[in-house]
C-alpha cells in the first residue's frame, strides 16, 4: 500500500501522559497536513508542512501540540499532558504542490484513535 | 467565516431511488469544492471535486454559485453507497480545507 500511513492505529493513556503519532505520507507528496476528529463531526484542520516548513497552525493547535517533519518526509504530532478532551481520531493527510492554480487534493491515512483515560 | 454546512446527518434512501446530498458553503472568491467518502472500516478517501467535472461511481455534483451550493446526486442508489459523505472546501490557492459534519447515507435493500 502507497498511501499514508499512519501509527499507531490506537493508542489508550492516561491523562497527563505525553504521546506521539507518527504520520508517512505519500512519497512524491511535499504538503502534510494533521487534522482531528470527534464524534459526530467532520475533520478539523490542526496544522500543515510544506517540506519541512510548518506553514499555518489552527488556534485548535493549544501549546501542549507540536508538529514536525524534519526532513521533509514523514511528520510526528505530539501531546504533551494529555486531556480527556484530547480523546479523538487524528488524521494524517498529504497532497502534491503542483503550482498550478488548484493543488491536487489531500489523501488521507487511517488515522490514531486517541483514548484518554 | 469560510463554512460548508451539511444540513442532513443521516439520510436513507432505498435501493434503485435517486440520491442527493446537500451541501452549502460561504467562501468568498472562488473556492475549491469536494466530496469525501468513508466506508465503514475504511480511510477517508476522495470520491470527486468540482474543478474535474466527472462522475465517479455514479455520482456528480455540480457547483451553483447562485445558490452557494454543491450537492452530490446519484440516479440510482445501490446498496454499496452506504457509507459516510463529507463535503468540503477550500478558498482558492488556501491550503486548509474545510469539512461539513457529514451525512450518513444509508441504502434501505
Known amino acids: 500500500d502507497t498511501g499514508v500511513s499512519q501509527n499507531p492505529r490506537h493508542k489508550i493513556t492516561k491523562r497527563g501522559q505525553n504521546v506521539t503519532f507518527r504520520c508517512d505520507p505519500i512519497s512524491e507528496h511535499n504538503r502534510l497536513y494533521w487534522y482531528r476528529q470527534t464524534l459526530g463531526q467532520g475533520p478539523e484542520f490542526l496544522t500543515y508542512f510544506q517540506n519541512e516548513a510548518q506553514l499555518e497552525k489552527s488556534r485548535l493547535l493549544s501549546d501542549r501540540f507540536s508538529a514536525e517533519r524534519p526532513k521533509g518526509s514523514f511528520s510526528t504530532l505530539e501531546i504533551q499532558r494529555t486531556e480527556q478532551g484530547d480523546s479523538a481520531m487524528y488524521l494524517c493527510?498529504?497532497?502534491?504542490?503542483?503550482?498550478?492554480?488548484?493543488?491536487?487534493?489531500?489523501?488521507f491515512g487511517n488515522g490514531t484513535r486517541l483514548t484518554v483515560t | 467565516a469560510q463554512r460548508v454546512t451539511q444540513p442532513e446527518k443521516l439520510l436513507s434512501v432505498f435501493k434503485g431511488a435517486p440520491v442527493e446530498l446537500k451541501c452549502n458553503y460561504s467562501y468568498s472568491g472562488s473556492p475549491e469544492l469536494f466530496w469525501y467518502v468513508q466506508y465503514s472500516r475504511q480511510r477517508l478517501q476522495l470520491l470527486l471535486r468540482h474543478i474535474s467535472r466527472e462522475s465517479i461511481k455514479g455520482f456528480t455534483a455540480d457547483l451553483n454559485k447562485g445558490e452557494t451550493s454543491f450537492h452530490l446526486k446519484k440516479p440510482f442508489a445501490q446498496e454499496e453507497d452506504s457509507a459516510m459523505y463529507y463535503c468540503a472546501g477550500r478558498g482558492f490557492g488556501n491550503e486548509k480545507l474545510t469539512f461539513g459534519t457529514g451525512t450518513r447515507l444509508t441504502i434501505i435493500p
Open positions: 493527510a498529504s497532497s502534491l504542490s503542483t503550482g498550478k492554480p488548484y493543488n491536487s487534493p489531500l489523501h
